[in-house]
């Protein structure tokens, strides 16, 4: 039966059940209307503005390779420093401070300064630790502020930028990264600059990083964001469709 005498069928009443089964197959009816929403309002904070706490360094050792510091050994570095309740980076050696845990769904804020014209990164999915990471990266250079690109291999589809609201040197930006199912979004100092969708992979570490220019960041909180359905249901696709 083609599609629009199926849909006449329908509207007039005439169609049976098991067809309208048949053609529903895997549509769960939570994906029909404005499905219910589970998550968690509460902000984790990843830095208490005083010491690195679980957050973990990673920066080019000599030798090229990724060097790790935990907490009790962040100090034992000088790139990333502590300052006036701030985290600075010298911006050198690369590498980044990411969060302990992985995240797939979630809510990232963070503000940044640059003292002058300069550049960092909001890392995402990052599984395994590496000067360049498999990931996402949300731009934070300035004049790209926003835009969202897949590196070392990841895939993403979109990520250009709509709109620019970077701030000038000197001035705290409001960078927030919304992430769910491998969908992205970037918000800077409230306007929405970048949209992406089917990420792969789509989960891991939350990272900052340090690429070659002087930074600084505060305000470092993440929200958990789970949602109880999926816009794509995994199962056999209805009879017929390809």
Known sequence: MKRREFAARLL???????LLGQRMLGQRIGDMRDPPMHYSEEWTSLFNGKDFGKLVIVLKGEDGKPKRFFEGTATNQSTFFIEDGSIKTTGTPNGYIRTNGVYDNFVFHVEVRF?????????VY??????????????????????????????????????????PSGEWNTYEVYSEE?????????TIIGLAANANPRIGYICLQSEGAKAEFRNIKVRRHAPSHHLWPKGPKPSGEK
């Not at 007039?12 to 098991?18: D, E, I, M, R, V």
């Not at 000067?131 to 996402?136: A, E, N």
């Not at 070392?152 to 970077?166: D, F």
Request: aromatic residues 6%.
């Open 115 to 123: 003292p002058e014209r300069g550049n960092s990164g909001v890392l």
């Open 182 to 190: 491998g969908r992205l979004a970037t918000v800077l100092n409230g």
């Open 12 to 18: 007039s009443g005439t169609a049976s059940l098991p």
């Open 126 to 167: 990052v599984q395994k630790d590496a000067v360049w990471p498999q990931g996402v990266e949300c731009q934070m250079y300035q004049s790209h502020m926003g835009r969202i690109f897949p590196i070392q291999g990841a895939y993403l589809e979109g990520g250009e930028m709509i709109h620019e609201n970077s701030k």
